[in-house]
């Protein structure tokens, strides 16, 4: 019997192959989307937040929208299926609560406070009410499963909606989802060293399987971003964007965002291969800023 390693080694070696003999046909994203929105402003992670205004609350919205920057924010769908803005799965670090969003109910979740404030979860209902289309938004999907009922009710929200907003997500499927239903909305595929990311993986897992997983895995991504997804722009982490594989998928057209980037010498190291940023924990001086051409390479 072969080993759990062997067989994710002989599985890695059959899409490396894979990779280098498609290379050329992959390498290509979709469309470019249209820069005059979506590359033209800098993102407020989780909004414009600090020590009074707590992450992906209403009033660091509030915050965001004064300074002209565009929000980023985080869905997930609560035990009932509210959606809700919210970024980690669990709820211990905001509330101090334990358990996951999804094994809770709307009407459990609004008895919790964010950060010790008296501010609470808002739904993304309410966040549309707030924002009311004056900066676009960027919502991140959390999701680690398959596509569906989140996706289908999200799109519906936001197209009532009628502001600009543009999706991404770590999932492939999510991505997906809106590529096959609704190619209209600009999507985007999050992605990162998976060896640093260690969210992504089970707890425990043996850390030679989990190292050849993240290797398998960006081999993947890198099949999945160019041809089952088709996103129109890659939001990836700040300290790689000088990557080749990014730099390349800069070259062929597709738009790069750099995410997160928390002071200004990563800002600056941002735009030199980016071409638009995520941030938090300092303010860009411009509001919004058109990103400068640049010729990295």
Not at 104 to 128: D, N, V, W
Not at 131 to 147: M, N, S, Y
Not at 215 to 222: A, C, E, G, P, Y
């Amino acid at each position: 019997m072969f080993s759990e390693v062997s067989v994710v080694f002989m599985v890695l070696a059959a899409i490396v192959a894979a990779v280098l003999v498609l290379d050329r046909v992959m390498t290509k994203a979709a469309p470019p989307a249209e820069k005059t929105w979506l590359t033209d402003y800098q993102y407020a992670h989780r909004g414009l937040h600090n020590e009074r205004y707590p992450e992906n609350s209403l009033p660091a919205f509030a915050n965001a929208v004064k300074h002209g920057f565009a929000i980023e924010l985080d869905v997930h769908r609560t035990r009932d299926g509210v959606i809700v803005v919210f970024h980690d799965s669990n709820l211990k670090r905001m509330t101090g609560a334990d358990g996951k969003i999804r094994d809770y109910t709307f009407a459990e979740l609004r008895k919790l406070r964010l950060g010790g404030t008296q501010y609470k979860i808002p739904t993304l209902r309410e966040t549309l009410l707030l924002i009311k289309g004056q900066v676009p938004l960027l919502i991140e999907i959390k999701r680690k499963g398959f596509a569906g009922d989140l996706e289908r009710e999200l799109y519906d929200m936001m197209e009532a909606y009628g502001g600009k907003y543009a999706i991404q997500s770590f999932s492939p499927f999510s991505v997906r989802w809106f590529k096959k239903n609704a190619p209209n909305v600009y999507r985007g595929q999050l992605s990162c060293n998976f060896s640093l990311c260690k969210d992504n993986f089970p707890a425990g897992m043996d850390c030679v399987v989990r190292f050849i997983l993240s290797k398998l895995l960006l081999v993947v991504q890198r099949l999945g971003v160019n041809f089952i997804c088709r996103p129109n722009f890659i939001s990836y982490e700040c300290q790689k964007v000088d990557s080749r594989l990014i730099r390349r998928l800069r070259r062929s057209g597709a738009p790069i965002f750099a995410w997160t980037v928390r002071t200004r010498e990563e800002y600056e190291r941002a735009r030199q291969y980016t071409d638009s940023i995520i941030f938090e924990n300092f303010t860009p001086k411009k509001r919004p800023v058109l990103w400068e051409q640049n010729k990295a390479s």
